[in-house]
């Protein structure tokens, strides 16, 4: 998951594996998160979101968790593929306040 | 639609001199930012911009200035350029501030020498 420093924390998978990446969030008024896919050399991408009032949703081979009363958010990633390898950005939000984003979590698929 | 269109990509400047970083969008999107990305760290807003005509600092404002005279350009003016200001500069924006997700441009490379 992701936290303080200046290494990015590292997840490692062999392809065809599920990965999950974690995110600490640090306000318990925050409403709104996203997660953000950034590949090398390009802008952070949006992937999914997730409202406050929803503890789970779905995408196309991914799955966002929320769990309001620890904080935690978390991305599934389902049969992990060479083309996810990127660093993945979580960002919390409330109301019409500017989003906060986490460090990120750099995401190695080896084939 | 072409998005958020960042130029130029690239760009290496002297300690002292001054310089532009393009941002356009073609969204019609009302909230615009921009961002300094640092190895190993996450993104750190510079400044922002909810409207044409209205903008404000956000966490690392210092040594740069912003303007948003039209809702499809927002600027960012490096004033007297120091080797601290060496990063990668993306622009996002979005509907509106809040709720919404942001898109990214592709970022500016910055060497200050």
């Known amino acids: 998951g992701e936290s303080v420093g200046l290494h990015l924390p590292t997840l490692s998978v062999q392809e065809g594996d599920n990965s999950i990446i974690n995110c600490a969030y640090s306000?318990?008024?925050?409403?709104?998160f996203i997660w953000y896919k950034q590949e090398s050399g390009k802008g952070p991408q949006f992937i999914i979101d997730?409202?406050?009032?929803?503890d789970k949703r779905q995408g196309q081979r991914v799955t966002v968790l929320l769990n309001k009363t620890v904080k935690h958010l978390s991305l599934q990633i389902a049969a992990t593929q060479p083309g996810d390898s990127a660093v993945y950005f979580c960002?919390?939000?409330?109301?019409?306040?500017?989003?906060?984003f986490g460090r990120g979590t750099s995401l190695i698929v080896h084939p | 639609n072409a998005g958020v269109t960042q130029t130029p990509k690239f760009q290496v400047l002297k300690t002292g001199q001054s310089m532009t970083l393009q941002c356009a969008q073609d969204?019609?999107?009302?909230?615009m930012s921009w961002y300094r990305q640092d190895p190993g760290m996450g993104l750190r807003l510079i400044h922002y911009?909810?409207?044409?005509?209205?903008?404000d600092q956000g966490e690392v404002p210092n040594g740069y200035n912003v303007s948003r005279s039209t809702t499809e350009d927002f600027p960012l003016r490096l004033l007297s350029a120091a080797p601290s200001q060496t990063s990668v500069y993306f622009c996002?924006?979005?509907?509106?501030?809040?709720?919404?997700?942001?898109?990214f441009g592709d970022g500016t490379r910055l060497s200050i020498l």
């Open positions: 996002a924006s979005s509907i509106r501030s809040g709720n919404q997700p942001q898109h």
């Open positions: 969204m019609n999107h009302e909230y």
């Open positions: 911009s909810v409207g044409a005509g209205i903008t």
């Open positions: 960002a919390e939000t409330r109301g019409s306040y500017i989003p906060t």
């Open positions: 997730i409202r406050s009032n929803m």
């Open positions: 306000n318990s008024a925050s409403d709104y």
